[in-house]
């Protein structure tokens, strides 16, 4: 696997842990301040042990580490409401 996809699936899997967290207050208040977060999506054992990996060499001293697993994504839709279309016609 490529930096580059790595990079854009940590992106991925960063953004909707924060909306998570966003939504699970309850889930972020057992994360100890200053631990490092380690995403493991299950489906995807590479980018698992990859970031298990960059987390080994970039703990600090002394620092708690918090591995989130990750069962699965859902299929990412549309959060827009009442939505309409406007044509305008061509000019002439």
């Known amino acids: 696997m490529t930096e580059e996809e790595v990079f854009a ?6 953004t909707e842990f924060d ?10 208040e057992k994360i100890p301040l200053n631990a ?3 995403l493991l999506p299950e489906n995807d054992k590479e980018l698992c042990r990859i970031n298990m ?4 060499r970039q703990r600090e001293e002394g620092q708690q ?8 994504i859902a299929p990412q839709i549309s959060r827009l ?9 061509a000019c002439e």
Do not use: C, M, W
Not at 53 to 56: G, K, M, S, Y
Not at 81 to 89: A, F, G, I, Q
């Open 9 to 14: 699936k940590n992106l991925i899997l960063s």
């Open 36 to 38: 490092q977060i380690v």
């Open 65 to 72: 580490v918090v591995y989130i697993h990750i069962g699965q």
């Open 81 to 89: 409401t009442d939505v309409s279309l406007e044509l305008k016609p």
């Open 53 to 56: 990996e960059i987390a080994e």
């Open 19 to 28: 909306r998570y967290i966003l939504e699970h207050p309850d889930f972020a």
